[in-house]
């Protein structure tokens, strides 16, 4: 590989001189890994948080059909940001990794500068072929109303790109700082101005508020692109200082040419892409099959409609905010371990995709049960005017656990540069989404919730070849009672703890909102105490969750030691 990106060989012998004792380098590289990790989970969880909070006046304003026509748009958005920006982010990241494994600071900002040109061309092209086409797109799904929402999201394509390049830039020197920063204060902007545009155009119909909330989406992200070149400039001289060390040091040292940078990044990000595409364009089909399917079966388009909203501004929604730790993992463990890929250090490549896994289930299997057992009750709270639609949480909260393991093993392959395999995958699942719901949404007995089964079908379909080719590429023993049978048997009995909490307090004083909070917080303490009665969670992955530390201590001073 060091040839193959153009590594003198010195270079390399130097790189490896300056490595640690292999064991502290294994602990160090771990640990650096998952604390990136943490910072874009915490970051992913207070934006999903957000975005989710912002969702539930606006559902409660627009309607489950109104929703219908946001969600109709956004998944149409979807498809051009995959395109456009999608693989962007782990592409520069891994690339950028693999040059500074070796010092070459000015290869890696060769590659910013590169990805700049491609991604805002690409994006700018897509911001008008959106907004020109708006029409032609609305009726594609045949629906004219989100002509004016797809127009209102069109900027964003564009914005999206650029941004996606500086924050790929950052996250492969290892710091996922900026990454973090720019998502919060993105959704913060985005919250506020959805729910205030979304209430100001609700009297001139549910076409022009769905518009108004898609605005919100182009201002957020405009803030986020702010910020990102605020720390960009900010962060430019150091990087300029690294540059003039290396220039010194290597003062004959070709730099790689731009065509071989740009032809390195297109085939490295085209994969990703065209992974993450497969599922877009799914989702796409998706909104017209089930629609078409729901009429085909005798209901009316504003039940469809309706039906549409309560799958995508619920079950989605609810269902993906857990899965947001995931996220963060994936794009934290692509330029972690192509640098590991890179220097050859297998047995540490290994370590981290064991952590990556188990973090995720341990995060993701509870968000999972608990979703399912509770899921009336947390429709109820959340959404007191329209509560219906709990029967796709039950059916499809196991959605989460497969959909993490996607997420987070398309993440190691992608860091291994196996990149066809995410996509063969992806579009195994996208058969079974597309079958499934041909075959499930036209009972109607099961209507809707034949769409959540096929998502379910889906994810699995992914989940199970990406694992396995994990397996077959690095040689990964999985321990499948410590990654998944503790944290599932430990979610049984937290679901058990939670129905019968709920069941029991309601009895007494029928007030949902309280029992709701008194049986989640049964549930944590719960799941936590079986965790560690088991030595389910280590000492390391406890300090990572919020308040870890402390809970540490606590357990320390009660004569509770963690691995």
Not at 342 to 352: N, Y
């Amino acid at each position: 590989m060091c040839q193959a990106l153009h590594k003198l060989p010195i270079r390399t012998i130097i790189a490896r001189m300056m490595k640690n004792n292999p064991t502290e380098a294994n602990t160090s590289s771990n640990n650096n890994f998952m604390m990136q990790a943490t910072i874009l989970a915490s970051a992913g969880l207070i934006a999903r948080f957000l975005g989710f909070l912002y969702r539930i006046p606006m559902q409660n304003i627009l309607g489950d059909d109104g929703t219908g026509v946001y969600s109709q748009s956004y998944s149409l958005y979807m498809l051009f940001f995959v395109i456009s920006s999608a693989g962007m982010p782990a592409a520069i990241s891994k690339m950028v990794s693999e040059r500074t494994a070796h010092k070459q600071y000015r290869n890696a900002h060769r590659i910013l500068t590169t990805a700049l040109v491609i991604a805002g061309a690409i994006g700018f092209v897509g911001m008008l072929v959106m907004y020109f086409g708006a029409y032609l797109l609305a009726d594609f799904l045949s629906s004219q109303h989100i002509a004016l929402s797809l127009r209102a999201l069109a900027p964003t394509v564009f914005v999206t790109a650029v941004m996606s390049v500086l924050r790929g830039y950052f996250q492969g020197f290892n710091n996922s700082v900026p990454t973090a920063m720019s998502q919060v204060l993105e959704q913060i902007l985005n919250a506020g101005f959805s729910v205030f545009l979304v209430w100001w155009f609700i009297d001139s119909g549910i076409a022009a508020a769905a518009a108004g909330g898609t605005a919100a989406t182009s201002i957020g992200a405009v803030g986020g692109l702010v910020l990102m070149i605020a720390v960009y400039v900010m962060y430019r001289p150091r990087q300029n200082r690294r540059i003039a060390r290396e220039r010194q040091a290597y003062p004959n040292e070709p730099l790689e040419p731009i065509g071989k940078i740009a032809k390195e990044l297109v085939s490295t990000a085209f994969p990703i892409v065209a992974g993450v595409a497969v599922f877009s364009m799914t989702n796409v089909i998706d909104m017209r099959m089930v629609t078409q399917i729901l009429q085909d079966t005798g209901f009316s388009y504003n039940e469809a409609l309706r039906m549409l909203g309560q799958l995508n501004g619920k079950f989605v929604v609810l269902t993906t905010l857990p899965v947001s730790v995931a996220t963060a993992i994936a794009v934290a463990i692509v330029p972690s371990i192509a640098q590991s890929q890179t220097l050859g250090e297998r047995k540490i490549i290994r370590t981290k995709i064991n952590t990556a896994l188990r973090f995720a289930m341990i995060i993701c299997v509870p968000a999972a049960v608990g979703l399912s057992v509770m899921a009336d009750q947390i429709l109820l709270f959340l959404f007191p005017n329209n509560p219906d639609g709990g029967i796709l949480l039950r059916v499809g909260g196991v959605s989460i656990i497969f959909l993490a393991i996607s997420q987070v093993s398309t993440g190691i392959l992608q860091g291994m540069n196996v990149l066809k395999v995410p996509i063969i995958a992806a579009s195994f699942g996208a058969f079974m989404k597309i079958t499934f719901n041909q075959l499930l949404i036209s009972n109607p007995e099961l209507n809707v919730v034949g769409a959540v089964i096929a998502t379910v079908l889906c994810y699995a379909t992914a989940a199970t070849i990406n694992l396995y080719f994990v397996k077959l590429k690095t040689g990964i023993r999985i321990n499948v009672w410590r990654m998944f049978g503790k944290p599932l048997f430990a979610a049984g009995i937290m679901g058990v703890v939670c129905y019968v909490t709920f069941a029991t307090f309601y009895m007494l004083y029928p007030s949902n909102t309280i029992g709701l909070f008194l049986a989640v917080g049964m549930g944590v303490v719960s799941y936590g105490g079986v965790m560690i009665f088991l030595g389910g969670i280590t000492r390391t992955e406890l300090a990572m969750m919020p308040g870890g530390r402390k809970l540490e201590t606590l357990l320390t001073r009660m004569g509770i030691e963690l691995e």
